[in-house]
């Protein structure tokens, strides 16, 4: 059997904000559609979340011209309210996600397989654009 070594990418951040603020505002719809880009030139314009260990997600992201998009989503393996979430994207990809409160801070702290189509700098860094735009819509909206 052969022996595949995966790169696993850490990305985090502390937002200014209770736990269950920076959850609901991770996991809700109707703010997923509000953070969930790397840059101001996309967009995401529907989500859905099934947040249930074998609930589905899906999040469409286009960029806002209209010249290209597509499905990001995947299976909840795990789900603790306030502390993680685990899932598989549906290229095959796994991805966790913790949640570590400190009062009215939050650590946000995601581990993904990276792909081997784009680079492990650029993978990282728009992942990483994702979460810092999130963190200044939770602290924004907190």
């Known amino acids: 059997m052969e022996q595949v ?5 850490t990305i985090k951040n502390i937002i200014k904000a209770p736990v269950k603020k920076v959850w609901e505002y ?3 719809p109707e703010h997923i559609t509000q953070w969930n ?3 101001e030139d996309w967009h995401t314009p529907r989500a859905e979340n099934d947040l249930r260990v074998g609930g589905q997600f899906t999040a ?13 989503g995947g299976v909840y393996e795990a789900v603790k309210e306030n502390e993680y979430i685990e899932y598989t994207m549906d290229d095959g990809r796994n991805v966790s996600v913790r949640f570590t409160s400190n009062g009215e801070h ?6 993904f397989d990276a792909e081997e189509t784009n680079s492990v700098e650029m993978q990282r860094t728009g992942w990483q ?4 735009n999130f963190k200044k ?3 924004r909206n907190a």
């Open 5 to 9: 070594n995966k790169t696993v990418l």
């Open 26 to 28: 991770w996991t809700k």
């Open 37 to 39: 880009n790397a840059s």
């Open 60 to 72: 469409r992201m286009e960029a806002k011209d209209g010249s290209m998009g597509f499905d990001f």
């Open 106 to 111: 939050t650590k946000l702290e995601e581990r």
């Open 129 to 132: 654009a994702i979460l810092d």
């Open 137 to 139: 819509y939770a602290e």
